[in-house]
Structure formats: C-alpha cells, structure tokens
C-alpha cells in the first residue's frame, strides 16, 4: 500500500484514471473467462465498489489491476453461492487458474473490436464502446448525446444481446480481415470525436468532455496496435483539432472561423507531437485517409497565420486523399482549398457537382455562399446561408450563420 | 452453432440468359464446396416467389391466400443452413456467395443446451 490517499481532487483523480485504464481489462479478461458481458460488467461494477470503499482510506494497492481481478473473482463465489443465474459461467472463472494478473495482453483489444463489430448498428458500437472500453456511465453516454437514458441503455442491452445470441466472437481478427475491421472501429471513434467537437444538437456547441473520451481510446488503440499507421492518423487528427479548440469560441460562445482564430491560444506544443505521430505512422509506409487528414490539418496547424496557409500542399493532400476516400464529404472540404489555390468559380463548380448528394447537409449550402458571395452574388449567398440555417440546429453555427445573413460578418 | 443463410432476390429465379447460367454455375460451387467441408446442414433454391402459397391464422381459422407472406419485390430465393463456429465464420461463407443478391445471416435456436 502506498499509503492513505486523501480526499482531495488529485487522489480522485488518480483512483478515476486507474479504473480507467484498469476496468476495461479487467471486463476483457472475465468476458474471455465467462462468455457473459452483462456478468463480466456486474463483477468490475462490484469491484470498483468495493475498491472505492477501500482504496481512499488504505491507499492505492501496488498492483491496482490485480487487486480488483482479485476481488471479482470473489465476488464472483459469492454470487455463485447467492444466486442460481449465471451460476455455471461463474464456476468457469472460480475453477480457471489465477493466472498472475488474471490478464491477457490483447483483453483490451478483443474487446474494442468486439464492440465495435460490424453486425452491430452504428449507435449501438458507440455506446457499447464507450460504456465498457472508456467506463462512461449510461447517463453520461446519454448526456453526450442528447438522448434519454433508456434509450441508451436499450442500445447496450440489445447490443448485449446480440453478442450472445449471434455468438459475435470475442477475438482480434486476423490478418486478411483486420485492416477491415479496424475501420470500422476508427470510424466509430471519428464518429464519437466528431460529435463532441461539434455536436449536432441544439443545447451546446460542442462537448468536450465527449471529444476528449474518444480521443483516449484513441490512444488506447495506438499503444495495443502500435504498428498500425492508421489509428496513429486518427490519433494525431484528433489532437490537433484540441490543439486549437481553446480558440475556436468566443467570449459570447460564439464559433469562431480558422481564418479569425487567434493562433496564439493554441496549443503548440501539442500540435508538435501530433507531427511526431503523423511522422511516426508515415515511417510505416503505408499511407490512409486517416493519416492524410491529419497531414492536411497539421499544414493549417503549423502555419504561422491564415494568409500564410500553404494551399498548394493542402490541395495536393486533398487529390491524394481523394484517391483514398472519393466521398462527397472530402470533395466538399477539398472545394474551400480549391477557392485558395484556383478561386471561387472552381470552388462553386465542384460544390455544383456534389449538391445532389449533400443537398441535406448544412456545410454544403453555407460553403456555396462563401463561394457566391467572393463572386458578388449576394442574393445567391443570402438563399444558401438561409438553406444552410435551416439543417443545422448547433447554436454556434446558426449564430455565425445569421450574422452573415446580416451583413455583420 | 448452426446459422441459416438466407439469400434474397427478385423472386423470378434465375434468368435463362448466358450470365444467369454462369452465376447458377458459381452457385452450385458455392454449394459443393461447402458440402465437402462439412458446413452445409442443408440447402435448398426455392421456385421463384410467385409459386408461394400463404396460410394465415384469422381467429384460429386458416385462411389461405394466394402469394408470399409480405407484398416486396425481394424475396428469398433460397436458404442453407451452416455450421459455423461463430457470427464472424458465417458472414464469411455469406461473403462469399456469388448469387449478387444480398444474404441474411441468422442464428438459429440452439435446443441442445440445458437440457
């Protein structure tokens, strides 16, 4: 024991961190051990229990992830001898041999990509991937995504129980597969990043704390598969947008453009390591959509200001990322470099080609007006910022948007 | 854990054309090889969809109506039950199905456990 911990804000912080870290593993391993994730998470929910009972008097243990492995375990007899469900899965795991930390290295893994597997519904690999990899609460899952708490926890149960009764393997997949499953898993942390960057509902213009999770699996994901250069990209992208997330509201709460961005309250040193990590997966020689987009927002992040924004190479990133992922998306972001490098009139054109598509999507309509209003059309600017003001319902763009609508921006 | 692999098209069967040939080729190699492996529990092509016959319950009285049981212009055209040992091994032997037309993998209930 390394002592009593103490009440204060830092000791929590140390308990929370560890369970952090600890909580999924420990998930993994029982899930290995039992075959029953509602079990496996109600054994690590004892524990906990009992750890916080424990640990702010006597100090944290020596070796926190065995302690509590320990104490599932024997909360496991004794919910054996309580209770008959779940009885003969948790005889499995009382007659398994204690390995010395009761730990298999790839715990973690197998069950990022249990989670995250593709039979499952998109909403359903989030909120799984979230409650059991990150221990987010089922509240807190809700919260982040402003929906109801029901509504989470029947996305969990469900999942859940696809799981079991489809027998979804608890596995790591092998090699023709992985690069395909692993994917999938990056695109459902984007997914999560990118609705707590900028949230998609009315209440807040962004949720941080939200953001800030799937950057940790993130990382996560980078030291369990440290040879894999594409969730080093994810990784890497994901901290250069917090790099800059400081400058991106104003005082009023109001979002601020790139171009407008006081480069000063950015985080340089962050952004400095965000370029070891795009440097790191590039020594990899395998080059992804995910890298690319790192690459592109790390030319913006290391630019001294906006007008000394090198457009060419970000235009270069662009065709090369498009020869990756030829999205609407990417050709719609590729068009606000084209206005830079070959002017509005390309820019319009190439967000024409890609209207039909994107008609439902709010950026489409509010960069055509950027790019009608550098050509003088005011009237036609005004008719797209309003369409643009009509898709979004984030309070921070619909205040950027109305402004402009007014003449004031 | 057996799984039934239900394949979905337009409910004609196949078309008598020289690519419907091949692909009924492809199929039946489809079929062959998951025999000898030892997979394939069963499978069967089903005459095309409107051959079907639907016996509803109205009350406790069958009602027998003429058609398949959902108006759709998708049907399924045929089925093989598998054993696989997980979800992932019976995606892949549906991954692999050369009939173009989209598959749905579904567990089936396992009577053999606690009994």
Known sequence: MRGPLGRDVEARDAVAAVFREEAPRLIGALLRQIGDFDLAEELVQDAIVEALEHWPREGLPERPGAWLMATARRKAIDRARREARGREKLALLVASEPAPAGYEPEDRLRLIFTCCHPALARDAQVALTLRAVAGLTTAQIARAFLVSEPTVAQRIVRAKRKIVEARIPYRVPEDPHLRERLDEVLAVLYLMFNEGYLSSGPEAPERRELARDAEWLAGLLVRLLPNEPEPLGLLALMRLHLARADARFDDRGELVLLEDQDRSRWDHAAIEAAGRLIERAAALRRPGAYQLQAAIAAVHAESPSWEATDWRQIGALYELLLGMLDTPVVRLNRAIALRWVRGPEAALEELDSIAPELDGYHLLHATRAVMLRALDHEAEAAAADRRALELTSNPAERALISRRLEGLA | ?115
């Not at chain 2, 394949?7 to 419907?20: A, L, N, R």
Request: with cysteine.
């Open chain 2, 1 to 115: 854990m057996k799984y039934m692999l239900m394949f979905i098209d337009g409910g004609q069967g196949m078309p008598q054309t020289p690519e419907g040939q091949a692909v009924y080729a492809r199929i039946g190699e489809w079929f062959e090889e998951l025999h000898k492996s030892g997979k394939l529990q069963s499978g069967e092509e089903l005459q095309a969809a409107r051959t079907a016959t639907t016996v509803r319950f109205n009350g406790g009285k069958a009602v027998v109506t003429d058609g398949p049981f959902i108006e759709s212009k998708e049907h399924v055209g045929g089925f093989a039950v598998v054993e696989a040992a997980d979800l992932d091994e019976a995606i892949e032997l549906a991954k692999r199905w050369p009939g173009g037309g989209p598959v749905e993998v579904r567990p089936c209930v396992d009577h053999s456990e606690g009994t």
